[in-house]
């Protein structure tokens, strides 16, 4: 069984420019989460989708972030326009159940914002 | 908001020295989760834990959960240098969906 895969693995881009980051889950995984890490910090949620749908968005930081996941299938994360504090570490996970299963981490994507 | 604490930060160890690293919760979590991040590598699921008290071990770590379940410990005995790491506990209040993670322990064992 193929893991969670994320593309790019790294993004560096100046400060005002679009930067959008993809997730694919697990096949057949129906839960979707996106955190960030910053350096030295916690891994901080951000997100989470049932299939296409939004189910906790709570922790996406300003409306510069849009997340989504077309299909219920891949999502996509994007930054626009980026600042400097969005740099870090982006990691997606995925769950075929949402209550208390373990979540497989993708590799992440290191953002850094120049 | 909820939030989780972890210490110690960072942890250097000679190898064949135990090692602990507590994790705090300012809430009542449902359940605690702990994963282990390679350096360069991404999280993975160690074990999680659910009754109040419950205590698991997996060959040299043991996980326990508090009686209040607000709190919990990973315990490895006897480091190796396998176990060079960043090491999170990740808390899910009653209800919840997301995990509030820890800032995380990093491990490094001197060979």
């Known amino acids: 069984e193929a893991g969670v895969t994320q593309f790019p693995s790294h993004s560096v881009i100046e400060k005002g420019q679009t930067v959008t980051l993809r997730c694919d889950p697990i096949?057949?995984?129906?839960?979707l989460y996106w955190y960030r890490r910053v350096m030295g910090k916690e891994i901080k949620f951000l997100l989470h989708?049932?299939?296409?749908?939004?189910?906790?968005e709570s922790g996406m930081p300003n409306n510069r972030f849009l997340a989504e996941r077309t299909g219920g299938t891949y999502s996509t994360l994007k930054v626009q326009p980026a600042e400097l504090e969005d740099s870090g570490v982006y990691f997606c996970?995925?769950?075929?159940?949402?209550?208390?299963?373990?979540?497989?981490f993708g590799p992440g994507t290191r953002l850094t914002v120049l | 908001g909820q939030q989780v604490m972890q210490i110690p930060q960072y942890q250097h160890v000679q190898e064949g020295e135990d090692f602990t690293t507590y994790c705090n919760s300012s809430?009542?979590?449902?359940?605690i989760q702990w994963y282990k991040q390679r350096p360069g590598g991404h999280p993975v699921f160690l074990i999680q834990?659910?009754?109040?008290?419950e205590v698991k071990k997996q060959k040299r770590l043991t996980f326990q959960f508090g009686e209040a379940k607000k709190n919990s410990s990973l315990h490895i005995t006897a480091t190796q240098t396998t176990d060079v790491g960043t090491y999170f506990c990740?808390?899910?209040?009653?209800?919840?969906?997301?995990?509030?993670f820890g800032t995380g322990t990093r491990l490094t064992v001197i060979p």
């Open positions: 996970a995925s769950t075929r159940d949402a209550s208390y299963n373990e979540q497989f």
């Open positions: 096949s057949g995984h129906d839960n």
């Open positions: 989708f049932v299939k296409e749908s939004k189910q906790d």
């Open positions: 809430t009542t979590l449902s359940n």
């Open positions: 834990l659910v009754k109040s008290g």
């Open positions: 990740a808390g899910r209040e009653t209800g919840a969906n997301n995990l509030f």
